[in-house]
């Protein structure tokens, strides 16, 4: 899955997420505890997911 690739709308989970921004989990949930990376929305008591808009508007930050 690229940029080019995600859907228009909706969730996508971490190992999806990690696939179109490239860094190691525990970067990501450093980034995001420090504000660098959009918090993720709790979907159940041990699952998170993140909003494809913010996750599109993430990247185009980075290019």
Known sequence: ???HTLPE???LRLPEVLKVFPVSKS???AGVKSGRY???VK???KM???RVEDIRALIAAQE
């Open 1 to 3: 899955m690229d940029k």
């Open 9 to 11: 709308t909706g969730f």
């Open 27 to 29: 970067t990501w949930w």
């Open 38 to 40: 959009p918090k993720g």
């Open 43 to 45: 979907l159940g008591q």
């Open 48 to 50: 998170t997911a993140w």
